[in-house]
């Protein structure tokens, strides 16, 4: 069974940085892209941005709003996802949900197949 | 980006409807949409990928349709474990953008 365990939300201060995990189970994590998606109190989910697999050469999307202070690795010998999130705002205070990205064959292109449950990150001073 | 408006934002339907979700994108997506369903406190699900392809072990009273700008996610005989927020999704190009939701609620 396919599951994903989001790690290291909790209460940060403004200005401060924060690193989420993702650990998953299931599956061969270094076979799959993973993704990270948010969702704020109140408001609709929010794609943050993602990473390939090594064989498409561990390369990395994201939303623009958010590049340059948020970055997404990978360590495939830990089979760990991560999201490093640098100077942030109460703008940032959200549920973040990791994502296996699976690749359509077809379309040649990426689709999400399975989330987790999220972890809850609060910026507050 | 591209805006992603889903209609209703919410509804209210008893078991056994038929429901109709409606997802609109601003620009054409060709079929590059995904439904995802969310119950309070758990994680979402994946139900639908290139409009209209079941995800594994999705049950088929679930269907998707649609192409280009237009897209719809049909459940066809409602159950109580469907009363849920759902999620029209587009990766047509990034950023991926999702629609704002649709709450299915007990009439």
Redesign the interface.
């Known amino acids: 069974e396919v599951q ?1 365990v989001e790690s290291g939300g909790g209460l940060v201060q403004p200005g401060r940085s924060l690193r989420l995990s993702c650990t998953p189970s299931g599956f061969t994590f270094g076979d799959y892209a993973m993704s990270w ?1 948010r969702r704020a109190p109140g408001k ?4 943050v941005g993602f990473i390939r697999s090594k064989a498409y050469g561990e390369t990395t ?4 709003s958010l590049k340059g202070r948020f970055t997404i690795s990978r360590d495939d010998s830990k089979s760990i996802a991560y999201l490093q999130m640098n100077s942030l705002q109460s703008e940032d205070t959200a549920v973040y ?1 990791c994502i296996r990205v ?1 690749f ?1 064959w ?2 040649s ?10 972890t809850l990150v609060t910026v507050s001073s | 980006d591209i805006q992603m408006t889903q209609s209703p934002s919410s509804l209210s339907a008893s078991v056994g409807d038929r429901v109709i979700i409606t997802c609109r994108a601003s620009q054409a997506i060709s ?2 949409l ?1 439904w ?1 369903q969310q119950k309070p ?6 139900l639908i ?2 409009a209209s392809s079941l ?2 072990g999705v049950p088929s009273k679930f269907s998707g349709s649609g192409s280009g700008t237009d897209f719809t996610l049909t459940i066809s005989s409602l159950q109580p474990e469907d009363f849920a927020t759902y ?1 029209c ?1 587009q ?1 047509n190009s ?8 649709t709450k299915v609620e007990i009439k």
């Open positions: 994903l998606v609709g989910l929010e794609w999307e994201y939303a623009a949900f699976q359509d077809l379309l292109t990426f689709y999400f197949d399975y989330w987790g449950q999220g | 079929n590059y995904a995802f406190g758990k994680a979402p699900k994946s990928y290139a995800q594994s999620y999704q990766y990034y950023p991926w953008t999702f629609g704002q939701g």
